[in-house]
């Protein structure tokens, strides 16, 4: 029997963890409170993932369903929020990897897109900071959107993606690094 110690979690923490227990044993409306909850920055995250809205959508729908047959598989119902976005990391991971065998692209294509003019065109015809994101590879891009955009610690982080905590670490560092580079290079400034 597990025992909750509830003066020493957050309130946020302690009311998903009652909610998921609720869920557990097919409470509906906790169910709906928790999709209430969790929908937005779900899809928000995922549509940075995937770029398309379609299949963002598609991917939360994927992730609360598995949330309603799973519930009971979640180990420590504390780390729900860092559990669920792991769950749609996954579906989203799926959907990139079967669009891109869906997908061809020549050899032509592929030179064309990395070249360094090409970069700087669609950074300039991309407003802001998202613009710069988008350019990073998809391990880069979906770290910086972990931590700075869904504000998860580290550890977090870590265990969402199944990399080492020192890994999430050095992978953040090299991605704010090509960002600067990426924003100098937008500027028109030398990267230092």
Same mark, same amino acid.
């Given at each position: 029997?597990?025992?909750?110690?509830?003066?020493?979690?957050?309130?946020?923490?302690?009311?998903?963890?009652?909610?998921?227990? =609720?869920?557990?044993?097919?409470?509906?409306?906790a169910f709906g409170r928790l999709?209430?909850?969790?929908?937005?920055?779900?899809?928000? /995250?995922?549509?940075?993932?995937?770029?398309?809205?379609? =299949?963002?959508?598609?991917?939360?729908?994927?992730?609360? /369903?598995?949330?309603?047959?799973? @519930?009971?598989?979640?180990d420590n119902p504390q780390s !729900?929020?860092?559990?669920? /976005?792991?769950?749609?990391? !996954?579906?989203? *991971?799926?959907?990139?990897?079967?669009?891109?065998? @869906?997908?061809?692209?020549?050899?032509?294509? *592929? $030179?064309?897109?990395?070249?360094?003019?090409?970069?700087?065109?669609?950074?300039? =015809?991309?407003?802001? $900071?998202?613009?710069?994101?988008?350019?990073?590879?998809? #391990?880069?891009?979906?770290?910086?959107?972990?931590?700075? !955009?869904?504000?998860?610690?580290?550890?977090?982080?870590?265990?969402?993606?199944?990399?080492?905590?020192?890994?999430?670490?050095?992978?953040? !560092?090299?991605?704010?690094?090509?960002?600067?580079?990426l924003h100098s290079k937008h #500027?028109?400034?030398?990267?230092?």
């Amino acid at each position: 029997m597990k025992v909750l110690l509830i003066n020493s979690m957050p309130e946020d923490t302690l009311s998903d963890t009652i909610l998921v227990k =609720q869920v557990c044993d097919g409470d509906r409306k906790a169910f709906g409170r928790l999709y209430e909850k969790y929908k937005e920055p779900l899809f928000r /995250f995922c549509l940075r993932l995937l770029k398309n809205s379609e =299949q963002a959508e598609d991917t939360v729908q994927e992730t609360f /369903f598995r949330v309603w047959t799973k @519930a009971s598989a979640i180990d420590n119902p504390q780390s !729900f929020r860092a559990w669920l /976005f792991s769950v749609a990391r !996954f579906h989203a *991971l799926n959907n990139l990897r079967d669009r891109k065998e @869906a997908q061809e692209i020549s050899e032509n294509d *592929l $030179i064309e897109l990395d070249t360094p003019h090409e970069i700087v065109v669609r950074a300039e =015809q991309t407003a802001g $900071i998202m613009g710069l994101i988008e350019l990073l590879n998809p #391990q880069h891009r979906e770290l910086i959107l972990l931590r700075s !955009f869904e504000e998860f610690s580290y550890a977090e982080i870590s265990m969402i993606t199944g990399l080492s905590l020192s890994s999430v670490k050095v992978q953040l !560092f090299n991605a704010r690094k090509v960002l600067t580079q990426l924003h100098s290079k937008h #500027q028109g400034e030398k990267p230092t």
